[in-house]
């Protein structure tokens, strides 16, 4: 059922046309992927000359030439292609006005295409900006048009309005050939007619003129099945329902022989004028290049406006596009769309397949299995009938796979997760979202119990907390407190931390239990740093409902503690014991001493990444330990880059305190004491040594918890 629904999902989606856009960009990417790998072994059989930028640079610099070029331009390209021994020169140009420099320059350009002979000129079919609506008296019908056989009902578009040469190129052409095509939806270029209908007749697109102009007996036009394919000679050219042909993009732009055609007028004029130079020493282009292949002129130059987006490039020479269907033609390798009932078997398959595959597991690692080959599967057929010619649908496969899977593992979910289920509800209001999954994956850990581990400590108080909680309501005070705490929370929980528990204001939680966090002194630090600067933050819209600024003091070490379940047999939370817990405690009040909010241990500080820089701020022996712990503040990377001498100071006024010369310590610290609470501090500290005549051994004796 679940496979059924999938099916039918993905076919309203495609009738929709929802899928239309994604399903043409993956047909582009298949073929630029496969473009190299599909390009036939033989040479190129089509060559393009293009009036590129530079083309138009050579004429403009050393003819003083601009656009349009003189008909004897492309007449001198003709000359060429006759002497290379050239199949086939088609003009991908319009030229549908007389010259500008006169009858004469015609009529050059009409000698050198009829004395070439397999000669094709553009012509231009619509609906809109075309000039003719039927076949003029001086235009040669016979060479713009084409007999198929079995033409009724025939699929091919018909237009009602058509331009063409000038007559001197008219009648000296082999062939004339539509140069209209239409993009898709998208705008992308990917199919046209190959024969269209005009004044009652049958006209050739560009590419088909060409391969009828150079084959030495032009083959026979019919239309076969039911008019879904049109056999040109041999070849079985297979037509959408429209009537246009699917090109198959089979070699990339950069393996295709292109041409300036500044090069090509440069090489003919050489060797016209010295017969016996040598064509593949002395000309830019050797005439062996053209030798028995298609010659196609084109326009490259984006300012002539006749760039196109192609499956391959987003911006190839419209005459890409037409060389593409004569390679079509000569290569005999055309695309075409796979039938209705074989897609829509394809995509039973592949939404039932998955589908069972997920059903039949209950583990996370066959319903990846199931996902995995929804999205391996489509795509591998996918390109594998893409390199053989056929156009299979991707994406209509993909979402009915995706939702066939996704659906089984939501009736697996919804069938056999009770018990994880039970076991988030029963436990969320207890325990981290960290330690059930944990549970979840375990549940044998569901017991008392615990283990050692190396963890990172964070204890964090709000000052003056008391004295706050005495002036406010019940009310006042729980919603103040309970945005306070959502706030941190958020950004602890965001840094991979276990919340352990909330004393009043005070947040206790740890990193590296349940789940491992390798990096767990980094991110203890930097969400230090962030619960600082959020609350700065929060200071305007809090200063009003408090009665004044909220400061919270933390307290971070790291070390080895006993983390598990801890409790009576009915009631347990998962937490922590250990001396390294009760320092991190003693750290957040030993703030007060040092006059800041943020104080971390040695132990915490060795395993930070050089980019977190702290400094170091003195040792404090603590109550209930022999040996002094050494603190360090940690320090925003801009608070740092503001002021950097104001901590290198105080770096050195420290070590000369340690070196015994209390008086040139008090006079470093009393330097920055204005800016800098510990160094106020420190002042006070010294000045209290040189009273007493001691020169002190510079650890803080904490007298209080």
Request: aromatic share 8%; hydrophobic share 45%; net charge negative.
């Amino acid at each position: 059922m679940i496979g059924l629904l999938a099916v039918l999902l993905a076919l309203v989606a495609e009738q929709s046309g929802w899928l239309d856009g994604p399903e043409r960009a993956a047909y582009d990417l298949q073929a630029r992927l496969l473009a190299g790998l599909m390009a036939p072994d033989a040479e190129d059989e089509v060559v393009l000359i293009l009036v590129d930028e530079q083309s138009l640079e050579w004429a403009l610099d050393t003819q003083g030439q601009g656009w349009p070029w003189p008909r004897e331009y492309p007449a001198v390209i003709a000359d060429f292609a006759r002497r290379a021994g050239a199949a086939s020169l088609t003009f991908d140009v319009l030229y549908t006005d007389d010259s500008r420099f006169g009858v004469h320059d015609d009529r050059r350009f009409a000698r050198a295409a009829a004395d070439f002979g397999p000669t094709v000129f553009a012509a231009l079919y619509g609906e809109e900006a075309a000039r003719h609506d039927r076949f003029p008296q001086d235009a040669p019908v016979s060479s713009a048009t084409v007999e198929v056989e079995g033409t009724g009902g025939d699929p091919f578009p018909a237009f009602s309005r058509a331009t063409f040469p000038v007559t001197e190129l008219a009648q000296s052409a082999a062939r004339m050939g539509n140069v209209h095509i239409t993009p898709d939806p998208d705008g992308v270029y990917r199919r046209l007619p190959p024969v269209t209908r005009f004044d009652g007749e049958l006209v050739p697109g560009l590419g088909l003129a060409a391969f009828l102009a150079g084959s030495e007996e032009p083959p026979g036009l019919r239309l076969e099945d039911d008019g879904r394919a049109l056999r040109v000679g041999e070849r079985h050219v297979p037509l959408d329902p429209d009537g246009r042909l699917i090109l198959r993009f089979e070699r990339p732009g950069a393996e295709r022989t292109r041409l300036r055609a500044a090069a090509v007028i440069q090489s003919e004029l050489r060797l016209a004028a010295d017969p016996e130079a040598d064509s593949g020493t002395d000309t830019p282009v050797d005439p062996a290049e053209l030798e028995g292949r298609h010659v196609m002129v084109g326009l490259s130059a984006a300012g002539l406006f006749d760039l196109r987006p192609l499956p391959l490039d987003p911006r190839a020479p419209g005459v890409e596009f037409h060389a593409t269907m004569l390679e079509n033609l000569t290569t005999g390798n055309f695309m075409r769309e796979v039938d209705a009932t074989r897609a829509l078997v394809l995509v039973g398959l592949l939404a039932f397949l998955p589908a069972f595959l997920a059903g039949l597991g209950r583990s996370s690692a066959s319903t990846a299995l199931a996902i995995a080959f929804a999205l391996v599967a489509p795509v591998l057929l996918s390109g594998f009938a893409h390199a053989g010619g056929v156009w299979l649908p991707l994406a209509v496969p993909l979402v009915a796979g995706l939702t066939g899977t996704v659906g089984a593992a939501v009736y697996n979910y919804a069938r056999e997760g009770r018990e994880r289920r039970f076991i988030k509800a029963a436990f969320a209001q207890y325990l981290s979202p960290q330690v059930i999954e944990r549970l979840l994956e375990e549940p044998d850990r569901l017991k008392l119990g615990g283990e050692r581990r190396e963890l990172t400590i964070f204890f964090s108080d709000l000052e003056g907390f008391t004295s706050l909680s005495e002036r406010l309501s019940p009310d006042d005070l729980t919603r103040l407190l309970n945005e306070y705490l959502t706030e941190m929370t958020d950004i602890l929980t965001a840094c991979g931390a276990t919340i352990d528990k909330y004393e009043g204001d005070a947040i206790i939680a740890f990193w590296n239990a349940p789940v491992d966090v390798p990096d767990h002194p980094r991110r203890a630090v930097e969400a230090a740093l962030e619960c600082q600067r959020r609350l700065a933050a929060m200071a305007p819209r809090l200063r009003g409902r408090a009665g004044r600024d909220l400061a919270m003091r933390i307290g971070v070490n790291t070390g080895e503690a006993v983390v598990g379940n801890m409790g009576s047999r009915t009631r347990f939370d998962y937490t922590m014991l250990g001396d390294a817990v009760n320092l991190a405690a003693r750290l957040e009040g030993a703030n007060k001493v040092f006059g800041t909010y943020t104080l971390i241990a040695e132990s915490t500080v060795r395993k930070l990444p050089e980019t977190l820089y702290c400094r170091e701020l003195g040792e404090i022996r603590v109550v209930g330990r022999a040996r002094p712990v050494r603190v360090y503040e940690p320090v925003a990377r801009l608070a740092l880059d503001a002021a950097p001498e104001r901590y290198e100071v105080f770096a050195r006024a420290l070590q000369t305190l340690r070196e015994g010369r209390v008086e040139e310590a008090r006079a470093l610290f009393a330097s920055i004491a204005d800016r800098d609470p510990p160094a106020a501090r420190y002042v006070e500290r010294c000045t209290r040594l040189l009273e007493r005549g001691e020169a002190g051994d510079g650890v803080w004796e904490l007298d209080a918890k």
